[in-house]
Structures are given as C-alpha cells and as structure tokens.
C-alpha cells in the first residue's frame, strides 16, 4: 500500500506539528478537530512556524505556501474515506480515542492504517474497539513535533508486521528516528521521564526545596537542559497526571501514585504554559 492522503485527528500542538512534518515531507494532509475553530488555530500554529523558519532563512515565502496548500481543514470523521492512514493526536482521554477509533474504523477505507499518537495508553485495547486490529499501531512523537526526532511505534497484540514496517519507513520519510516499543503501560520514555517528574512534584509537596530549587538541582547537578517542574508545565500538568494514573491502574504498583499535589493543580485548572498557571506563572 502507498501512503499518499493522510488524515490527523487533532488539531493541537502535537496533531499542528504532525501535519506540518506531513506536509513538508510531501503528503496530502487532512487536518480534523471538532470544531472549526479549533482546526484554524491549529492551521495558525503551523503558519507561525513556517515564518519563524522564514526569518531565520530556513524557508521561503514559496515554499510556506507550497507546505500550506497541502493541508485541507476538516470537521468530520467522514472525511477519512479516501485515506491511507489516519494519526490520531486527540487528548490523552481513553474513551475519547476508544471512541474516535470506532467512528474512523467505519469511516476509513477498509485497508487504512489507523494509528494513534497515545503517549501511554495501551495500543491493543485502542485496536480492540476496530474490526482491524492488525492495521492499528502506536505512532508516538514528541514535541514540538518538527524538532524532536523520536517516534516510538508501539505494536499492539495483533499489529501485522506489514503494518509495522511500513510505519516505520514513514517514520524515516519524515526525517524521524523511529524505535520498536513493547506495548506495557507508558512505552518507554514516559514510563521513565513522567514517575520522575511526579518524583519532583513530590519534592516540592514534603518542602524539600521550591519549584525553582528542583529545576536547578536538576540543571546543575544532573545536567538537565530544563528542570522536570518546568518541563511538567511544557507537558501539560493534566497530561503528567492521565500518565500517571495509566501508570499506576496498569501497573497497580504504588510507586506510580500521584501526587496529590499535582492533582491539586489539574482541579485547579493550573495546567502549566497552555492555561497561563502551572508551577510557574506564564504571560
């Protein structure tokens, strides 16, 4: 099967910067969200991006409008009817992907790979709730998206090899590293990185050191680029805590307990950048 029209469920910063990379690398792209507003914030995103690169000489007026001419907004699942692959970067809430998977596996072409961009949920339940399983795959980036070059691939139970190969070789396409992941709860990278944050979370929750404390021990002391209670409001507190819990109800082990601090936050709506007020406060 040749991938020519992809579709992105999700409009935000994984799913804007996913279609972007799609679109520089040459695809047709589908960009869907819910509301129509919420796609042209994302198509916003994606032209803020491409003029950053045109202002350092990385690209031109031409080819941002090239780029941008690949991509076509939608608001219906319905338009996945002639894709050959769908990436899915809807919020980190598992009915709403359960649910979303239903509806594309009805309105997907029957052999379209549907893959999803979950950060920790588990791609053989996700695969489950279709009557393809063997085409549905995990396809998790990093972001921002155009800059980090992970992709973890995560196999569910029954994700056919063909599936999987031609996932990574798209994977490659797009100038990514691609990495085989066993399908356990969190992957890799969040099964290690998020139990840390939440560690420093706890730090600050016993007044081991302030937020601004932990970020520098971590910089100086572990050689960190950013510190994980800054880098827990770049994720997105929310995010950290859904992590978490998927952590801990998969692994039942209490070393994946939240802490109560960071669900303090999440009630709070102090979410980090996204909302304004995380740890830090943001203008």
């Known amino acids: 099967m040749k991938i020519e029209k992809v579709m992105v469920v999700g409009s935000g910063q994984m ?8 679109a520089q690398t040459g695809y047709q792209v589908v960009l869907n969200d819910i509301k129509e507003e919420l796609v042209q914030k994302g ?20 080819e941002k409008a090239a780029l941008l001419s690949k991509i076509v907004v939608s608001t219906n699942l319905e338009d996945a009817k002639d894709v050959q692959l769908v990436i899915e970067a809807a919020t980190e809430n598992k009915e709403i992907k359960l649910g979303i998977f239903r509806k594309l596996d009805q309105a997907a072409p029957e052999q379209a790979i549907l893959a999803s961009n979950t950060s920790s949920l588990p791609i053989t339940e ?8 063997e085409k549905v795959i995990g396809m ?18 029954a994700t056919s090899e063909e599936t999987f190969s031609i996932i990574e070789d798209l994977a490659k396409e797009m100038k990514k590293v691609p990495v085989a992941i066993k399908d356990f709860p969190g992957f890799a990278v969040n099964r290690i990185l998020i139990p840390m944050i939440n560690e420093a979370i706890y730090a600050v929750y016993e007044g081991i050191a302030s937020p601004e404390g932990i970020d520098e021990v971590m910089k100086l002391g572990a050689n960190h680029p950013m510190g994980p209670i800054t880098l827990a409001d770049y994720i997105g507190l929310d ?25 303090k936050y999440v009630e709070a709506g102090w979410l980090g950048v996204k909302t304004g007020r995380g740890f830090y406060v943001y203008n």
């Open 43 to 62: 198509m916003s995103k994606i032209a803020k991006q491409l003029d950053r690169d045109i202002q350092k000489g990385r690209r031109t007026e031409e």
């Open 15 to 22: 799913g804007s910067g996913i279609a972007q990379v799609l």
């Open 239 to 263: 995010t950290c805590l859904a992590i978490m819990e998927v952590l801990y109800d998969g692994f039942g082990d209490p070393k994946y307990r939240p802490c109560p601090l960071l669900r």
């Open 126 to 133: 996700i695969a489950a709730a279709t009557n393809r399983p």
């Open 140 to 157: 998790h980036f990093f972001n921002p998206v155009p800059v980090m070059k992970l992709v973890e691939v995560n196999r569910g139970l």
